[in-house]
């Protein structure tokens, strides 16, 4: 891993950790502390396994067999060799209208790859092994404990923050009616935590998406496929009203607000990155890739809202 964007990321991970601490010690002293503690560590036991099964029964995702789609399992298995892996994350496809990938999991021991079908229709073999390396590589730097946590972190801060401003705000008639002190700096500290919470995180997550750009372009040893699949993603996301009410250049978007970086600027770094490995053997990465065909048509997600919320 490149030492600066580790560097980067332990730092925006502790600035996250120590904000999330400051809430809990206003809310409640060190007892706060200690609860906020006690709630970090259950959710790192317990809860990222259990939201990965519900998220995945939630969206309709379904377990693909390596019967249904042999060319996509033998293209994952020979990444997650030249990752380093050792388990074959599971591959599931799920019901969505747009192009969308992404790893889901608590560890490499129960990781799991999630495509959607247009995503697995409209790319070829060799984009979609660039894409399936982009997720294999998220798996093996760790990455799904990584955001798990900031994820986790960031929605702490939110309702904690939520509860102490409740709290504030019915103590204030009462504390100006006795003469009391009312702590400005605290409420302020409280309304603008979720938000700095928030930043963080999404930071973090574009620093994470270029080692996983990096780490692809490795395993894959075809940064070319990869651009071009980004490129593809990128514009099968614009939808016909923002071609025609926001004719503005992708990706222009606050950076500070984006979770992925912009498209253009990881397509040129990619492109500028020559691979540790060679291409995957041509008879994996032929223009047929074997989509399932029981899943032959488009479908459209009921609770597109939960991908938003989930990521």
């Known amino acids: 891993m490149n030492l600066h964007n580790l560097m980067q990321s332990a730092a925006m991970l502790a600035t996250m950790t120590a904000l999330l601490a400051v809430i809990g010690f206003i809310l409640a002293g060190r007892d706060g502390l200690l609860i906020t503690a006690v709630f970090v560590f259950a959710f790192l036991m317990f809860g990222r396994r259990a939201s990965k099964s519900w998220m995945l029964m939630a969206i309709g995702a379904v ?173 099968q996301g614009r939808s016909l009203l923002q071609h025609a009410y926001f004719p503005h250049r992708p990706g222009t978007e606050p950076s500070l607000l984006r979770s992925h970086p912009v498209t253009q600027e990881r397509v040129s770094r990619i492109l500028r990155q020559s691979p540790a490995m060679g291409p995957l053997p041509i008879e994996l990465i032929g223009e047929q890739h074997g989509y399932p065909r029981e899943w032959s048509r488009p479908f459209g997600l009921p609770i597109r809202w939960l991908l938003r919320w989930w990521r």
């Open 63 to 235: 377990k693909l067999r390596p019967d249904q789609a042999p060319a996509i399992h033998a293209i994952l298995a020979e990444l997650s060799r030249r990752a380093g892996l050792d388990r074959v994350p599971d591959v599931y496809l799920m019901d969505a209208e747009q192009m969308l990938g992404f790893s889901t999991g608590t560890s490499q021991d129960d990781a799991a790859v999630v495509l959607s079908g247009p995503l697995v229709q409209g790319l070829n073999a060799r984009e979609l092994a660039g894409v399936l390396a982009h997720e294999v590589s998220h798996i093996a730097s760790g990455d799904l404990a990584v955001m798990g946590l900031a994820d986790m972190i960031t929605r702490m801060t939110r309702t904690l923050s939520m509860i102490g401003l409740i709290l504030i705000v019915f103590n204030i008639p009462l504390s100006s009616t006795a003469g009391g002190y009312i702590p400005w700096g605290a409420l302020l500290l409280l309304m603008m935590a979720p938000l700095l919470s928030f930043l963080l995180q999404m930071g973090l997550s574009r620093v994470r998406e270029f080692e996983a750009d990096h780490g692809a372009v490795d395993i894959c040893g075809d940064p070319e496929a990869l651009a071009v699949a980004l490129e593809k993603l990128e514009i």
